[in-house]
């Protein structure tokens, strides 16, 4: 079964400082992986995710995240930290045994100081 | 704005009462998905339709749950017999194809509190 663990339930940063937002995956087959975030009374967003090919997936709002497979991680970052950022974050794996469904981490909440 | 939306938004209900949730997908997005998410948890898979077949449930959906997509469009999680255990926030996503790297748009979920 596909799973991912996300490091850290809580994460602050500076208006302006690097975002890091650790994930790491298990998987027996290659992982199709997805970073979400979720803003207040919102939806789940997509912000991005890899499938095949570049390791390195930008996506909306500044975000970037690295599949390392010899790391079985997929972090997400952002070199400067808006305000605007502050919400929860959801990394996610493909389930292939279950329609591919997601399963997600428990999430880290990003908080950004003024 | 056609996105995913879900009624109602947020749902109280005393133990033991039934509630029936509704999920109106993306137009033409033949997969739905149902989520339960809880305080401080990410989001757990249930149930998912492809077109109007219900293909898998999650261990999670107890024979007190059951979820229908009639005509292949709406859907609708019913449960019965609620108890406390059921406080949580109910997601609906929709998707169209059906392979691994479909991405998945999410609704903004029916928040459930039971008494």
């Known amino acids: 079964a596909q799973s991912v663990t996300q490091l850290g339930s809580h994460v602050s940063v500076s208006e302006g400082a690097l975002v890091l937002l650790r994930c790491n995956y298990s998987s027996s087959v290659p992982p199709y992986l997805f970073w979400y975030v979720q803003y207040p009374n919102q939806g789940l967003q997509l912000l991005l995710k890899y499938t095949t090919g570049a390791t390195l997936v930008k996506g909306i709002n500044g975000f970037e995240a690295e599949f390392k497979k010899s790391e079985t991680s997929f972090h997400l970052t952002k070199p400067s930290a808006h305000m605007s950022d502050a919400a929860e974050y959801f990394c996610?794996?493909?389930?292939?045994?279950?329609?591919?469904?997601?399963?997600f981490g428990k999430g880290t909440s990003l908080l950004v100081t003024p | 704005d056609t996105g995913v939306s879900q009624n109602p938004r947020h749902k109280i209900t005393k133990r033991g009462q039934n509630v029936t949730f509704r999920c109106d997908p993306i137009?033409?997005?033949?997969?739905l998905y149902w989520y339960r998410q809880t305080l401080g948890q990410g989001p757990e898979f249930l149930t998912y339709f492809q077109n109007e077949a219900q293909l898998e449930k999650s261990r999670l959906l107890s024979d007190r749950f059951s979820a229908e997509r009639p005509k292949g469009s709406f859907s609708t999680l019913e449960i019965q017999r609620t108890e406390q255990g059921d406080s949580a926030m109910y997601l609906c996503a929709s998707s169209y194809g059906g392979g691994t790297t479909d991405t998945q748009y999410f609704g903004p979920g029916t928040r459930l509190t039971v008494l």
């Open positions: 996610a794996v493909s389930a292939q045994s279950s329609g591919y469904a997601l399963n």
């Open positions: 137009s033409e997005h033949n997969r």
